[in-house]
């Protein structure tokens, strides 16, 4: 239990596929002008990470290693159909607003990365934390930052026809927050956060080792 709750952990901080990792960038500044599209975007892309984790996990001793990627791509594409139907049927506002960025998960670099680096050398189990938390560390990300830039660039957050903030009416939101450059302004600041927070825990971590060490 221990060692799945590290890797579950890994993908929150350390091994953050969008702050550390820095892969599967494309579609966090492409769909972050919105906090209920950017939410679904990350529980689709969760979804489609632990299930293709599992499935890859439990065959990989089954799959050739010429051939390995194709695999993937199969696998992954599956699980991609499913989350584009479902959303599709009972979200198709949200399903609107993220257009092609839900059929482009099939070749995110996160999904493909994980099954490549984790999924196809662990056990299903491992490779489920693997999946949740790499999820969880992109949806948390791309939610943070959308909800960010439709608060502080649009004057409110909406998010299933329901307003959840409002800004004053005094407040004249700025343009560039729901542009790109904003984007990539706001996005720099939050790696840059991410990296001093992390290097905060690994010098604690570090700290604790010594101690223990030093204890024995």
């Given at each position: 239990m221990k060692q799945w709750m590290k890797v579950l952990k890994n993908g929150l901080s350390f091994e953050n596929p969008l702050t550390v990792l820095m892969i599967g960038l494309c579609s966090v500044l492409a769909v972050s002008s919105r906090a209920e599209g950017s939410f679904f975007m990350g529980v689709a892309v969760m979804f489609v990470l632990v299930m293709s984790n599992v499935i890859i996990a439990a065959i990989r001793h089954l799959i050739p290693e010429e051939v390995r990627i194709p695999i993937f791509i199969v696998i992954i594409a599956s699980f991609v159909t499913i989350v584009d139907l479902v959303m599709k049927a009972y979200l198709p506002s949200v399903y609107s607003f993220l257009g092609v960025w839900i059929p482009l998960i099939v070749v995110n670099?996160?999904?493909?990365?994980?099954?490549?680096?984790?999924?196809?050398?662990?056990?299903?189990?491992?490779?489920?934390?693997?999946?949740?938390?790499?999820?969880?560390?992109?949806?948390?990300?791309?939610?943070?930052?959308?909800?960010?830039?439709?608060?502080?660039?649009?004057?409110?957050?909406?998010?299933?026809?329901?307003?959840?903030?409002?800004?004053?009416?005094?407040?004249?939101?700025?343009?560039?927050?729901?542009?790109?450059?904003?984007?990539?302004?706001?996005?720099?600041?939050?790696?840059?956060?991410?990296?001093?927070?992390?290097?905060?825990?690994?010098?604690?971590?570090?700290?604790?080792?010594?101690?223990?060490?030093?204890?024995?």
């Open positions: 670099c996160i999904v493909l990365g994980r099954a490549e680096a984790f999924a196809y050398h662990n056990r299903v189990w491992l490779s489920v934390a693997d999946g949740i938390g790499m999820g969880l560390g992109y949806t948390i990300i791309i939610t943070a930052l959308a909800a960010f830039r439709e608060l502080f660039g649009g004057g409110q957050i909406v998010f299933l026809k329901m307003t959840l903030v409002t800004l004053p009416a005094f407040y004249r939101p700025p343009n560039i927050l729901l542009l790109f450059p904003g984007a990539f302004m706001l996005f720099g600041l939050i790696v840059a956060g991410s990296q001093a927070l992390n290097r905060r825990m690994a010098a604690k971590q570090a700290a604790a080792h010594a101690s223990v060490k030093e204890a024995m």
